[in-house]
């Protein structure tokens, strides 16, 4: 029963967050909420640990299309990084403020990149691409995500400065045109650098929350050294470009993991 002890443990932390929102705010539907998606991470973590080979799309499936049509499109809550610095500005700890703090900015300190691999809306569309592997090496423009990242943060802040009226209206269209520009945006790179995960290594601006407390996951893959024969498949496989092989922090887009487990999956002497 140990190989089943993670997806129980992951289940266990989002059940915690649940209720602990739902009795701190008084409001039910965070124990929806995060007991729906802590039950499918660990669902699509049991599926993987029976070997569906699909295990982790389900997951992604499951939440990703919760968050962008329910959560979205259906209760017009924006999920985006626009979303968050609006209730930043606002000053409430609800909708998109807590989905950052407890999946992009705390939560990493925990599952690391996870929020990429199992649970990104934009991702999720993207892995049905057919460049599952990359086929070039990394691009040195990792620089533009920090770009984007302070274009949503001056178009929030410009929004509160000019006083603009019907603000809940502009964030739910902010969230609608957001999507359609991610989604363009990342297929097109998709196609021009034969690499689906371009858009999370250039463009994504919530990858600038995630990256620093990724680097002290304590979920992490790690290499056993002594069944290793330096295949390098495990590098080739990657869809983020990891030396998964090296065991420290420091080690090559260490941060950049998203737990897919692709290398795992495909290590031939199960060193990983």
């Known amino acids: 029963m140990k190989k089943y002890a993670l997806p129980v443990i992951m289940l266990l932390i989002f059940e915690t967050i649940a209720v602990t929102l739902w009795l701190t705010l008084d409001n039910i539907f965070y124990l929806f909420n995060f007991s729906y998606i802590g039950i499918s991470i660990a669902l699509g973590i049991f599926l993987f640990i029976k070997k569906y080979n699909y295990a982790r799309r389900v997951t992604q499936l499951l939440v990703g299309l919760y968050m962008l049509i329910y959560l979205g499109l259906i209760c017009n809550e924006n999920m985006q990084i626009e979303g968050f610095w609006y209730y930043l500005f606002t000053g409430v700890f609800e909708a998109a403020t807590i989905h950052y703090a407890v999946a992009k900015i705390f939560g990493p300190i925990i599952f690391g990149r996870g929020w990429c691999g199992y649970?990104?809306?934009?991702?999720?569309?993207?892995?049905?691409?057919?460049?599952?592997?990359?086929?070039?090496?990394?691009?040195?423009?990792?620089?533009?995500?920090?770009?984007?990242?302070?274009?949503?943060?001056?178009?929030?802040?410009?929004?509160?400065?000019?006083?603009?009226?019907?603000?809940?209206?502009?964030?739910?269209?902010?969230?609608?045109?957001?999507?359609?520009?991610?989604?363009?945006?990342?297929?097109?790179?998709?196609?021009?650098?034969?690499?689906?995960?371009?858009?999370?290594?250039?463009?994504?601006?919530?990858?600038?929350?995630?990256?620093?407390?990724?680097?002290?996951?304590?979920?992490r893959i790690k290499c056993d050294e002594s069944k290793c024969v330096s295949c390098g498949k495990c590098k080739q496989i990657c869809p983020m470009n990891v030396d998964i092989t090296d065991n420290s922090r420091k080690r090559k887009n260490g941060t950049e993991c998203i737990l897919c487990f692709e290398c795992k999956n495909n290590c031939p002497k199960n060193a990983l």
């Not at 929030?156 to 209206?169: I, Q, T, W, Y």
């Not at 991610?182 to 998709?190: E, H, V």
């Open 119 to 219: 649970a990104c809306w934009t991702a999720m569309v993207l892995d049905f691409l057919p460049y599952k592997t990359p086929k070039e090496p990394r691009k040195n423009i990792g620089w533009i995500r920090y770009f984007t990242f302070v274009i949503s943060l001056i178009f929030v802040a410009a929004l509160f400065l000019s006083k603009v009226g019907n603000l809940e209206r502009i964030m739910f269209w902010s969230f609608i045109v957001g999507n359609i520009l991610y989604y363009a945006i990342g297929i097109i790179l998709a196609y021009l650098f034969k690499d689906n995960r371009a858009f999370c290594k250039y463009i994504c601006p919530v990858t600038v929350f995630l990256k620093p407390m990724s680097y002290f996951a304590l979920l």
